[in-house]
């Protein structure tokens, strides 16, 4: 990804911060099997170490893991993102961040939650951000990764009333673990399903997979 892309996604996020904050901050009421699988993340990683909600928008899924009983910190491209989730979480640290050049030691974290943290990622940069991902994992550390499936690259220059300039990759779990392996990632689980309503979310099938870096 070269910075002029990297910019883009931050200054449309920056433009649609506060209505994304209003529409999806509560989303996790919403979907139970959601609610399962993050229970299930935080069970695995509780008393482990610092996990990473990466991609972390307005924090709602940090709010979830922190009720849950992990250490969790947020971490998202932009800072307008940033502001909305520290004013509705802020006994929660968040924090700016680029997925694919993490400020973060080597094996510092327990665990990695990625709710549709690569929507806007192309595909030839996946590669970079697994690595990233398994460089900052502790031996045994656990990602939790969902995303849109599909074979679509759907380009918006609108979203809510606001100017926005992004690409949406839907992405094929077969092709995700392939990544996710030759990233020195290995895949435990992948979980599909349909969406849930549209007054719940955008009309996609969801895929989840659960990955772990060898111990």
């Keep these: 990804m070269n910075d002029n892309l990297t910019r883009s996604i931050r200054e449309s996020y920056d433009r649609i911060a506060d209505e994304y904050a209003r529409r999806i901050s509560d989303e996790l009421q919403h979907k139970p099997l959601d609610r399962e699988l993050l229970n299930r993340f935080a069970a695995e990683v509780a008393g ?3 996990v ?3 991609g972390c928008g307005p924090g709602h899924v940090a709010r979830y893991l922190h009720d849950a009983g992990t250490t969790v910190f947020g971490l998202d491209l932009s800072p307008r993102m940033l502001e909305e989730a520290r004013q509705l979480s802020p006994d929660i640290s968040f924090r700016q961040g680029n997925m694919l050049a993490l400020d973060l030691s080597d094996a510092t974290l327990a665990g990695i939650a990625a709710f549709y943290a690569i929507v806007n990622i192309p595909t030839e940069s996946l590669s970079l951000v697994f690595r990233e991902m398994q460089r900052v994992l502790q031996p045994g550390g656990l990602v939790l990764l969902a995303f849109h499936t599909g074979d679509e690259v759907l380009h918006e220059d609108e979203l809510w009333g ?7 990759f ?3 779990p077969s092709a995700i673990r392939q990544h996710l392996e030759e990233a020195g990632l290995a895949v435990e689980e992948i979980i599909e399903r349909e969406p849930y309503s549209p007054e719940v979310e955008y009309q ?5 997979i659960f990955a ?3 111990a």
């Excluded at 606001?162 to 949406?168: G, V, Y």
């Design 212 to 214: 772990r870096k060898p």
């Design 204 to 208: 996609s099938r969801r895929a989840y």
């Design 162 to 168: 606001r100017p926005i300039s992004m690409d949406f």
């Design 52 to 54: 990473c909600d990466m």
């Design 170 to 172: 839907l992405l094929q």
């Design 48 to 50: 482990r170490g610092e």
